[in-house]
């Protein structure tokens, strides 16, 4: 099973989260956690349809991206393709964002099997930009997404039964 986890931002201000995230799961050693499967921890500077050429051959896709929700700072969501479609969510704050992207990529049919998007709430959009603030993620939050990663990928990578 291949499996990718893309941090998705840049690496300045909050838009960071993502990639402090993946720095986070590999100083963890999240990557041997995972074994058998064969997983690539990434960082995307915002991809826009860029996205599509991150996940192509994976099996598996989990992306982590802040997420503009102004509720609750710092919540991680667990979110499905159709959640994205359907929510009021704002996941990233760039041109083609990780939404458009995945609508794009399931419109032709060129999503992995899997794909979940791990969105870390952040204040407000304009925290998003580039220019915004740069806080550290919070080893708390770096334990939501190990776990909510360790506890997906048995479910989401096990053999389907075949149909019948």
């Not at 930009?129 to 939501?144: D, T």
Request: aromatic share 2%; hydrophobic share 45%; charged share 20%.
């Amino acid at each position: 099973m291949r499996l990718l986890i893309l941090g998705i931002g840049s690496p300045f201000g909050q838009d960071s989260l993502g990639w402090q995230a993946i720095d986070g799961l590999i100083e963890r050693g999240l990557e041997q956690r995972l074994t058998p499967h064969e997983v690539l921890l990434e960082k995307a500077d915002r991809p826009g349809a860029l996205l599509l050429d991150y996940m192509r051959g994976m099996d598996v896709a989990i992306l982590i991206d802040a997420l503009v929700g102004g509720v609750d700072p710092g919540r991680v969501h667990p979110l499905t393709v159709e959640e994205i479609a359907q929510g009021d969510l704002a996941l990233s704050g760039h041109d083609l964002g990780v939404a458009e992207a995945l609508a794009l990529g399931d419109a032709l049919g060129d999503l992995p099997e899997q794909v979940l998007v791990l969105g870390v709430e952040v204040e407000a959009p304009e925290d998003c930009a580039p220019g915004g603030p740069s806080p550290r993620i919070g080893s708390q939050i770096l334990g939501e997404l190990a776990n909510q990663i360790l506890v997906t990928v048995p479910t989401i990578c096990a053999p389907q039964p075949a149909p019948g």
